[in-house]
């Protein structure tokens, strides 16, 4: 090889060796959003679209101007603090923890200094999140559904679709560390709706059997399914024993609908979105602190109709109107 063809194939190579580490470089300064939920994927793709639709909105695309790092508890709630201690040893930028009241609690707990943009039914002054709502000061940030409405709203829409539902039972989560606080705000629900309710608990397949046992015994009117991880992890189990067990049951998103359930009404879609855009909004520059805790607008209701039918009940005219979404 003469010296000149060696000089130039050396220079080659250089460029060749020189350029995954310009990437790297390039990659390394992208910022990191850490995202952390305590289901599995599969139900939650399209609200972690929305997310990523709102981080897009406000200027920041995955993979071109932020990189997310998922983590998912898949309904074990007690993973959650390792999967928090893993992204701060990876220096995220945010932590972002929409549906997930417990993930954004245990971010608080192990660090001050990184931001929390997070997303829930449950109340974040109550819980020691934020100190208000208008200015939440720290760390800690996001969108605040309005929980106990919702109950309100499934309690009504369960006596509008049946009638003679004079109780109802509702299904909680006794493995979650908000679980005393949940079950009061459903009790408060349903004292100012004038509903008579009976607490449910299950943490694992088997308690999930055994709490409709526990219903087939009682014969409520109707049922409600909450918001949560595990139970969306579940929700065929969860759609299978409701249906053998003929018992009319509400769920929080169009996921179990379209698995056989009866009726939703919730998603926190627009509140991951939302969770998106001020996760963006803090990338450029802003402090969590300084961000008033929001409200989610959009709430759906879906109605199966077929499960309907096979359940006896005949869906008012009134919540066929008014639904977003009807399966026949």
Same mark, same amino acid.
């Given at each position: 090889?003469?010296?000149?063809?060696?000089?130039?194939?050396?220079?080659?190579?250089?460029?060749? #060796?020189? $350029?995954?580490?310009?990437?790297?470089?390039?990659?390394?300064?992208?910022?990191?959003?850490?995202?952390?939920?305590?289901?599995?994927?599969?139900?939650? =793709?399209?609200?972690?679209? /929305?997310?990523?639709?709102?981080?897009?909105?406000?200027?920041?695309?995955?993979?071109?101007?932020?990189?997310?790092?998922? +983590? $998912?508890?898949?309904?074990?709630?007690?993973?959650?603090?390792?999967?928090?201690?893993?992204?701060?040893?990876?220096?995220?930028?945010?932590?972002?923890?929409?549906?997930?009241?417990?993930?954004?609690?245990?971010?608080?707990?192990?660090?001050? =200094?990184?931001?929390?943009?997070?997303?829930?039914?449950?109340?974040? #002054?109550?819980?020691?999140?934020?100190?208000?709502?208008?200015?939440?000061?720290?760390?800690?940030?996001?969108?605040?559904?309005?929980?106990?409405?919702?109950?309100?709203?499934?309690?009504?829409?369960?006596?509008?679709?049946?009638?003679?539902?004079?109780?109802?039972?509702?299904?909680?989560?006794?493995?979650?560390?908000?679980?005393?606080?949940?079950?009061?705000?459903?009790?408060?629900?349903?004292?100012?709706?004038?509903?008579?309710?009976?607490?449910?608990?299950?943490?694992?397949?088997?308690?999930?059997?055994?709490?409709?046992?526990?219903?087939? /015994? $009682?014969?409520?009117? =109707?049922?409600?399914?909450?918001?949560?991880?595990?139970?969306?992890?579940? +929700?065929?189990?969860?759609?299978?024993? @409701?249906?053998?067990? =003929?018992?009319?049951?509400?769920?929080?998103?169009?996921?179990?609908?379209?698995?056989?359930?009866?009726?939703?009404?919730?998603?926190?879609?627009?509140?991951?979105?939302?969770?998106?855009?001020?996760?963006?909004?803090?990338?450029?520059?802003?402090?969590?602190?300084?961000?008033?805790?929001?409200?989610?607008?959009?709430?759906?209701?879906?109605?199966?109709?077929?499960?309907?039918?096979?359940?006896?009940?005949?869906?008012?005219?009134?919540?066929?109107?008014? @639904?977003?979404?009807?399966?026949?």
């Amino acid at each position: 090889m003469s010296e000149m063809r060696r000089r130039e194939f050396i220079t080659l190579l250089s460029g060749v #060796v020189a $350029w995954p580490l310009v990437a790297r470089g390039q990659q390394a300064a992208m910022p990191v959003v850490g995202l952390i939920n305590a289901g599995v994927p599969e139900p939650a =793709a399209y609200r972690v679209a /929305a997310f990523r639709q709102g981080l897009s909105e406000a200027g920041y695309v995955e993979g071109k101007s932020v990189a997310i790092e998922y +983590r $998912w508890a898949e309904g074990r709630y007690n993973l959650i603090p390792e999967l928090v201690a893993d992204l701060l040893r990876r220096r995220v930028a945010i932590i972002a923890t929409p549906d997930s009241t417990d993930a954004a609690l245990a971010a608080k707990a192990a660090t001050s =200094a990184v931001p929390i943009v997070f997303a829930d039914g449950e109340d974040p #002054v109550k819980l020691g999140l934020v100190a208000s709502l208008d200015r939440p000061g720290g760390n800690v940030t996001g969108v605040a559904a309005p929980a106990t409405e919702l109950d309100k709203k499934r309690m009504r829409l369960l006596r509008e679709l049946v009638p003679t539902a004079t109780s109802i039972g509702v299904l909680l989560n006794s493995s979650r560390p908000t679980f005393d606080a949940r079950s009061k705000d459903i009790q408060e629900a349903a004292r100012t709706v004038r509903q008579e309710v009976r607490i449910l608990q299950a943490s694992s397949e088997h308690e999930i059997g055994f709490a409709f046992a526990v219903a087939a /015994a $009682w014969r409520p009117g =109707a049922l409600i399914v909450p918001p949560d991880a595990f139970f969306n992890s579940r +929700r065929e189990q969860l759609v299978a024993l @409701a249906q053998s067990h =003929a018992i009319p049951t509400i769920y929080d998103n169009r996921a179990f609908v379209a698995a056989g359930g009866l009726m939703s009404y919730g998603s926190f879609a627009d509140g991951y979105r939302e969770t998106g855009i001020y996760a963006g909004r803090i990338l450029r520059g802003e402090k969590p602190a300084d961000l008033p805790m929001t409200q989610p607008t959009k709430f759906e209701l879906v109605i199966n109709r077929k499960t309907a039918k096979a359940l006896g009940i005949e869906v008012p005219q009134t919540l066929l109107a008014t @639904a977003d979404e009807v399966m026949e």
